[in-house]
């Protein structure tokens, strides 16, 4: 997926969510860029007052994925001639491999999410200096992340919110997204800060393992646990030794 499209379909899961945050409201299809989307609130939410006119929200779109997480997942070229010779055995001579094609175990830190939304942070004066929006929100997503778990529902979101507050981050809101699994969830909101730390609980972190592959043959049975458990057809690039 591009990055444009990418773009539109983590909009596309937060526009239900929007819709109770803000009220009835048409995406600007002409928004493209600096920030990535907006909105133009036609029937405000009571919030906003009772002869609340209508306003446009600008909306920046970022992942909060580490970088060489992604490059790894996402590489198409590294490893291809392995790939297409384990996809050949499959089809053409039905040997089925038990090695998943790529597996990569993310840490999930209290900070993770706050990791990524924070590189925005300078975004915000330049839109808003800019004259054309009420509220200025970061739409931040991640594929390793679900929102409707335990870890995240008593964890992640409250240690989110708590470290965006106490950066003073400067977007009206903050949305996060799951490509993952779940609803959308507000994890932040500038108006309404959280500066005492979360409650403590018996997480001390997360390790989310995501596994891609192999190729599976129509009407065959496989133990995804087994393969998923074995090291993966291509292991991640080694840095390269300093000179």
């Known amino acids: 997926m591009k990055k444009r499209e990418q773009e539109e379909y983590v909009l596309k899961l937060a526009e239900p969510l929007f819709e109770k945050l803000y009220g009835k409201f048409s995406v600007d299809p002409a928004q493209t860029d600096r920030p990535d989307a907006a909105i133009t609130v036609n029937k405000p939410h009571k919030r906003f007052g009772r002869n609340a006119g209508s306003f446009r929200v600008g909306i920046e ?38 090695k998943p094609i790529k597996k990569a175990a993310i840490e999930i830190t209290d900070s993770y999410i706050y990791d990524g939304a924070i ?55 903050v949305v996060f997204a799951s490509l993952r699994g779940g609803k959308p969830v507000r994890v932040y909101r500038k108006c309404d800060p959280l500066f005492a730390p979360p409650a403590s609980s018996h997480y001390a972190g997360l390790t989310e393992t995501v596994v891609q592959g192999p190729t599976m043959r129509f009407g065959q049975t496989y133990n995804w646990i087994d393969i998923a ?7 991640p690039r080694q840095p390269k030794p300093a000179p």
């Open 229 to 235: 458990s074995n090291a993966p057809l291509i292991a």
């Open 61 to 98: 779109i970022t992942t909060v994925d580490k970088g060489q997480d992604l490059a790894y997942l996402k590489d198409e070229k590294y490893g291809r001639d392995k790939v297409i010779a384990q996809m050949m055995d499959a089809l053409e001579n039905g040997i089925d491999s038990g």
């Open 119 to 173: 590189r925005k942070k300078d975004k915000y004066q330049g839109y808003f200096e800019s004259g054309t929006y009420r509220e200025i929100i970061l739409l931040c997503f991640s594929e390793m992340v679900a929102t409707e778990t335990t870890f995240f529902e008593t964890q992640l979101q409250g240690w989110t919110n708590h470290l965006l507050s106490k950066a003073k981050f400067p977007f009206d809101m």
